[in-house]
């Protein structure tokens, strides 16, 4: 359904080693930058899934209420991994790696990146 998604910020160096060392934990990389932008993908795909960008308009990034991006995981040892990568890397808890109450296999953890933004990992295949 979507064929991409982008997350603004404010230091886009300080961003990518954030999310260099979270997306790998997942097996996305990075596959394309500039001085505005940086595109992450898994192997083997044909495009970049997730930007992080500073925004077109010049205005300083934020995050939006209720807006949260979801990773797949492969497995919820991934989860933990990604959870463990995104504060080791200054991120912020959002939410510990365990069970969600949306289905009996839905396995995620929570964190906020730098600028605020909301991502997540999920696995939802049973252990």
């Known amino acids: 359904m979507l064929l991409y998604t982008t997350v603004g910020s404010n230091d886009l160096a300080r961003a990518g080693r954030f999310y260099d060392r979270v997306l790998a934990t997942l097996g996305f990389h990075r596959a394309r930058e500039d001085a505005s932008e940086i595109g992450y993908m898994a192997e083997g795909d ?3 899934r997730f930007w992080v960008v ?3 308009d010049g205005k300083p990034a934020h995050f939006g209420n209720g807006v949260t991006i979801a990773f797949e995981a492969p497995n919820r040892a991934a989860v933990a991994a990604f959870h ?4 080791a890397e ?3 808890d ?3 790696p365990g069970l969600r109450p949306f289905h009996a296999n839905f396995y995620a953890a ?3 990146d730098h600028d ?3 991502i997540v ?5 049973a252990e």
């Open 121 to 125: 990992a999920v696995c939802e295949r």
């Open 46 to 48: 044909v495009r970049c």
């Open 90 to 92: 200054g991120g912020t």
């Open 94 to 96: 959002e939410g510990q």
């Open 84 to 87: 463990a990568a995104a504060l």
């Open 116 to 118: 605020g933004n909301k």
């Open 54 to 56: 500073t925004p077109f």
């Open 110 to 112: 929570f964190a906020r």
